[in-house]
C-alpha cells in the first residue's frame, strides 16, 4: 500500500469555508511535504514540515506533523474557488537521499 | 526563467515502438526524478539521478531507461512501449539535499501518453 495515505479522496466546500486533509504514513520520516496540483498541470509546492516541528503556517495554510501518529493534517482557510485542486502529500522517508513518497492525494472543490 | 519543460507534451504510441521523453531544467537542481501518474495510484518514482552521469531506480523502473548526460537534462526511454504504460509522465528536478532547500522538487507540466 502506499506510504501516504489521504483522507478524504475528494472534498466539497463553499467559498469561505476551511478545508481540512489528512494525510498518514508508515515508516519515519525527515520530513513532509505538501503539494497543490491544478487538473491538467504539475505539482507545485505548497509547505514543508520538518520531522521535529508540529506546526507550521504560510499564508492560509496550516500544516500540522504528529510523528508519534505517524499523521499529517493540511489546513486551508477561508478557501477560495481558486483552492480548487487535487492536494498531495509526500514524505521524504529517513535514510532516503531526496527520493519523496507520495501520497493518493484528495481532490477539493470550492464552489462559490 | 522557465523552470522544468518536458517534452512531447501528448504522444500515442502503438505497443512495441519505442520514444524518449526529454525534461530539462535551468535552475541548476542537482537532482532530477521521472515519475508516473495513474488515477488513485498518486505518484510513482521510476527513476532519479543525483547527478550527472549518475541514475538510480525508483519505485516502478521495469520497461523504462534513463540517462543523465548533462546536467541540465533527464531522459526516459520506453524502449519497447505497452499499455501498462499508459499514463502522465512528470519530471521533477530538485536542490541536493543539504541546505535550505531540504528536497523541495518542481515539477514539469507533464507528458500524457496512450499505448495502444
Known amino acids: 500500500s502506499q506510504q501516504g495515505e489521504e483522507d478524504p479522496q475528494a472534498l466539497s466546500i463553499q467559498e469561505g469555508e476551511n478545508a481540512t486533509m489528512n494525510c498518514s504514513y508508515k515508516?519515519?520520516?525527515?520530513?513532509l511535504q505538501w503539494y497543490r496540483q491544478n487538473s491538467g498541470r504539475g505539482l507545485v509546492h505548497l509547505i514543508l514540515?520538518?520531522?521535529?516541528?508540529r506546526e507550521k503556517h504560510s499564508g492560509r495554510l496550516r500544516v500540522t506533523l504528529d510523528t508519534s501518529k505517524k499523521s499529517s493534517s493540511l489546513l486551508i482557510t477561508a478557501s477560495r474557488a481558486a483552492d480548487t485542486a487535487s492536494y498531495f502529500c509526500?514524505?521524504?522517508?529517513?535514510?532516503?537521499?531526496?527520493?519523496?513518497?507520495f501520497g493518493t492525494g484528495t481532490r477539493l472543490q470550492v464552489t462559490l | 526563467n522557465a523552470g522544468v519543460t518536458q517534452t512531447p507534451k501528448f504522444r500515442v504510441l502503438k505497443t512495441g515502438q519505442s520514444m524518449t521523453l526529454l525534461c530539462a531544467q535551468d535552475?541548476?537542481?542537482?537532482?532530477m526524478y521521472w515519475y508516473r501518474q495513474d488515477p488513485g495510484m498518486g505518484l510513482r518514482l521510476i527513476h532519479y539521478?543525483?547527478?550527472?552521469?549518475?541514475?538510480a531506480k525508483g519505485e516502478v523502473p521495469d520497461g523504462y531507461n534513463v540517462s543523465r548526460l548533462k546536467k541540465q537534462n533527464f531522459l526516459l526511454g520506453l524502449e519497447s512501449a505497452a499499455p501498462s504504460q499508459t499514463s502522465v509522465y512528470f519530471c521533477?528536478?530538485?536542490?541536493?539535499?543539504?541546505?535550505?532547500?531540504?528536497?523541495?522538487?518542481?515539477f514539469g507540466p507533464g507528458t500524457r501518453l496512450t499505448v495502444l
Open positions: 509526500a514524505s521524504r522517508l529517513t535514510g532516503t537521499a531526496s527520493k519523496l513518497t
Open positions: 515508516t519515519s520520516i525527515n520530513n
Open positions: 514540515i520538518r520531522s521535529n516541528e
Open positions: 535552475m541548476n537542481h542537482e537532482y
Open positions: 539521478s543525483v547527478g550527472e552521469g549518475t541514475t
Open positions: 521533477a528536478s530538485s536542490f541536493g539535499t543539504s541546505g535550505f532547500f531540504y528536497n523541495e522538487q518542481f
